[in-house]
């Protein structure tokens, strides 16, 4: 069966400090997706990333960058000089499918707060 | 390019009674999914609609019940609800190739 780990419930940082939110999966499938999404106060999951487990390049997209290990099943994601609107709740989510349009598994989320 | 929108915004309702929820997908998408997010927990998936058929479903009741229409918009229904149906709902959309989507959400109240 499909399982998304996020162990850190809530973390708490100031402003320009880095942070990593880590995310766990398990899976029997060869072929899957990775995802995570960010969920501010409004409500709305804001999709960041989507990567297919064929791929497992470190990707950047400014401060925001991903770490994908296979041989961990880890899917870790570094916020470089965290903002105060970084803060919101993040969640990772796995899809067994090729095309990644299949259902979501995701973790129970990551509560960052970003203290001014 | 407007993105998922659904509607209503809030609602609230009394336990027994039914509710219609919609949902328009992201233009060029054709598959539309429902998930169920309890008050701080992560969503969970409800089910998925893609040329107007339910094509999985997840671990919920038959009173949670869906249709897609020929333009990929979708209703979810809920019947006889229940106070632990209280949550929001949130619809995604997509299509192959393409990660999910999500709109604002519904955030359901059921007293």
Redesign the interface.
Known sequence: AQKVTQAQTEISVVEKEDVTLDCVYETRDTTYYLFWYKQPPSGELVFLIRRNSFDEQNEISGRYSWNFQKSTSSFNFTITASQVVDSAVYFCALSESQGGSEKLVFGKGTKLTVNP | DAGVTQSPTHLIKTRGQQVTLRCSPKSGHD?V?W?QQALG?????IF?YYEEEER?R?NFPDRFSGHQFPNYSSELNVNALLLGDSA?Y?C?S????????????T?LTVT
Not at chain 2, 41 to 45: A, I, K, M, S, V
Not at chain 2, 94 to 105: D, E, I, R, V
């Open positions: 598959t999914s998930y927990q992560g969503p969970q998936f998925q999985q997840g929001l949130l995604a997509s299509a192959q190739g393409t990660g999910p989507h999500f709109g604002n959400g955030r």
